[in-house]
């Protein structure tokens, strides 16, 4: 399957995919967000060996092992630190005992060799039919090759799609990596975004003002080739060809009434318009069917361009962020 989740909850709102488990109210705690999410399972790091002529021979690697059923996530050295997944989850309580968080989803995905969850704070309308939620997204991995990151992103509910923006902008990502000192810089982590409203306070005005800012048909056509370019030197026909497909089918979104946001929400002529048509472009379309399309848009390439959008949005609005 294209988004690859294994187990997940979801609090109330099921998620585009239509899998996982639908909760009427968000878990009370993170033992009851573990068990739901299908995370309630352990990691074990184990020897390698290797055959030669017969013998087996010691290595300095280790696998790292589900409890459940055996399967191999990943190899890694021996000073690697296993981020269980309830040690995670735990890391939200914290948050969730100031009761300005709940737990809206988590899970794991790719058969779990990568798990994450997030947590809500703030719930706003930029304008009617348009809502704006700030959430803290926690990934962590089994595999030995990415660190953990915590950070926060704004997603919009338009037309039962989820759309996910999420901030980069200085200290705003923080990225952990598997060793000793895991635990203390997590706590350090922490504290610091238990101040996090002020920031989705400041990202909510951003919006609001990209709303109030009116963009004329070529303001919309510099959007769209700053963002999907087409150059003379791309090289073969064919590169050429479909990027000039890719460009003119992105000019129907934020130009023209394909995307769905902007034409329900009767917003095509703003800057806050354009936004949301680049990004339901990029995000539902902008791939093929058998891009892992979940996983891109929360962990991948898909959160780098929701950034350079916004980006370019407010550079073109006169905007500073």
């Not at 089994?142 to 926060?152: D, E, L, N, Y």
């Amino acid at each position: 399957m294209s988004h690859e989740v294994e187990t997940a909850f979801y609090s109330r709102q099921p998620a585009w995919h239509g899998l996982g488990n639908v909760l009427e109210r968000a878990p009370q705690n993170y033992l009851e967000a573990l068990k739901t999410g299908g995370l309630d399972w352990q990691v074990t790091k184990e020897p390698l060996h290797w055959r030669f002529n017969g013998f087996d021979m010691d290595t300095t690697k280790f696998a790292t092992v589900r409890s459940t059923d055996q399967r191999v996530l990943g190899y890694v050295g021996g000073d690697y630190h296993v981020l269980q997944n309830e040690e995670a989850m735990k890391w939200c309580q914290p948050l969730i005992d100031t009761e300005l968080w709940t737990f809206e989803a988590g899970g794991s995905l790719r058969q779990g060799e990568f798990c994450w969850t997030l947590l809500k704070q703030g719930e706003e309308e930029v304008l009617k039919g348009d809502l704006l939620k700030q959430y803290l997204l926690l990934t962590w991995n089994h595999t030995g090759w990415k660190s953990t990151t915590i950070m926060p992103c704004t997603i919009r509910v338009v037309c039962q799609n989820t759309l996910t923006a999420a901030l980069n902008e200085g200290g705003e990502r923080h990225v952990v990596g598997h060793y000793s000192t895991m635990p203390r810089k997590m706590e350090e982590i922490q504290r610091m975004y238990l101040d996090l409203s002020n920031r989705f306070n400041a990202q909510f005005d951003l919006f609001h003002r990209l709303v109030d800012t009116k963009w004329d048909d070529g303001m919309r056509e510099t959007y769209v080739k700053d963002l999907f370019p087409v150059s003379a030197d791309q090289a073969g026909g064919k590169v050429l060809e479909r990027a000039k497909a890719r460009q003119e089918m992105a000019r129907a979104f934020v130009c023209g009434k394909a995307a769905s946001g902007s034409k329900k929400l009767q917003i095509r002529t703003t800057a806050y318009g354009a936004y949301m048509g680049a990004t339901e472009f990029s995000e539902m379309y902008d791939r093929p069917r058998t891009d892992d399309r979940g996983f891109r848009i929360l962990f991948g390439d898909g959160a780098v361009f929701q950034k350079r959008a916004l980006d370019k949005a407010l550079a073109l609005s006169g905007i500073t962020n």
